[in-house]
Structures are given as C-alpha cells and as structure tokens.
C-alpha cells in the first residue's frame, strides 16, 4: 500500500483573489520560558486544500459538521483534463469513474454548469479538484451551485504533484469539523492498493 498527501501547504499555498492570507501568531514560546508552546491561526476557509458545503453558494444549505462522511472516504478515480470541461465530456468519463472524482489539471481546468449538472445526475459522491476552484474565475457560482445544491461535497485545492499516474485509488479527506461555516480545511490523502 502507498499514500499519497495530496495536500496544499496551509500556509504556502496560493490566496484565492479577495480571501484572507493565512497567519500564524506564536501565543506561548518554550524558547522564552513558557511551559509550552501554543499558536493561533488565522485564514478563510477556503485556503489551501479544503471541502465546499452547500452554504458556501446555497442560500440554506448544510454546513460542514452537518455533511455526512461517507462521500470523504471510498474509491475514486483520478483523471487528467484539459480546459473548460463539458457535460459531454463528463458523460465519457463517468462511463469508467468512480463516484468520487477528482480532477487534475495543473490548476486549469474547470467544470461548466452542464460539466456540474452532468456529475451531480450521475450521483457522484463527491468532486474533486487541483484548482482553487471547480468554476473558472469569475464563473464559479453555476457549477458551484448545480453540485452543491445537490447535496456534492466539493475538494479543492488539491495537489497531485506526487501522484504519478491516474486512476483508482482510495481517498481519505475528512474536512475539520468547524461548525456553522460554509467550507473547511481538509488533509487528503490517497491509498493506492
């Protein structure tokens, strides 16, 4: 069995346009005489790699202790796209794909409101993304809602940097239970049998 982190670097990774940059506060220092040492973070939601709940673009949607945890853990497909990706696309790929997708594409590839529409008919579990977003800049609210408002989870951020090939694996990627907010941190990982 390998694992992959596919992971964001909390504080290294790239700020959404318009979100918060993510700081540390050093609280207590042993270094200084302190017992222990002891931080405080401060970052939105969204930052790094992260889970969307359906409050992020539904109006009365679930938020994040409120998503069952079925859909974070299980067989996934990993696959490779280019691009604005349609829902023609997507019923090809779902011909062969798991019920949770994730999507690699060097942080360039984007799902369009029927690409979102065709996932959430299919039933997947969840979707996946290397990008910071499913929806390109500027257009993220149509394939945001389509999947969200059918109850799909969404993983961004997600780095496949050290995964060499596509395919099936298993993911694990529970988001921090951080109750009434819209989205949270997430540490992914894949198990490659």
Same mark, same amino acid.
């Given at each position: *069995? ?5 992971? &964001? $670097? ?13 700081? *540390? ?13 002891? %931080? ?6 969204? =930052?790094? =790699? ?17 998503? /069952?945890?079925? /859909?974070?853990?299980?067989?996934? $497909?990993?696959? =490779?796209?280019?691009?604005?990706? =349609?829902?023609?696309?997507?019923? #090809? !790929?779902?011909?062969?794909? @798991?019920?949770? +997708? ?10 369009? @409101? %029927? #690409? ?14 290397? #990008?910071? $977003? ?10 945001? @809602?389509?999947?969200? %408002? #059918?109850? +799909? ?27 009434? !907010?819209?989205?949270?941190?997430? &540490? ?6």
């Amino acid at each position: *069995m390998k694992l992959y982190d596919i992971s &964001r $670097s909390f504080f290294q990774a790239k700020v959404y346009p318009g979100d918060p940059a993510p700081r *540390m506060e050093l609280i207590r220092r042993m270094e200084i005489g302190d017992t222990c040492n002891l %931080s405080a973070v401060y970052a939105g939601a969204h =930052t790094a =790699t992260h889970v969307d709940a359906p409050r992020h673009f539904v109006q009365d949607g679930v938020t994040i202790e409120a998503l /069952p945890l079925e /859909p974070f853990y299980g067989p996934c $497909s990993l696959i =490779t796209v280019d691009g604005l990706i =349609t829902g023609e696309d997507i019923d #090809a !790929m779902l011909r062969y794909a @798991q019920k949770r +997708v994730l999507f690699r594409g060097e942080g360039k590839a984007f799902l369009t @409101q %029927s #690409a979102a529409f065709a996932l959430a008919d299919a039933g997947v579990l969840l979707v996946g993304t290397d #990008a910071q $977003s499913i929806g390109a800049y500027g257009d993220e609210e149509k394939p945001h @809602q389509e999947l969200l %408002s #059918a109850g +799909v989870p969404l993983l961004e951020g997600l780095d496949f940097s050290c995964v060499p090939k596509d395919g099936e694996y298993t993911l694990c990627a529970f988001p921090v239970k951080l109750n009434g !907010m819209e989205g949270a941190p997430a &540490r992914a990982v894949l198990i490659e049998e």
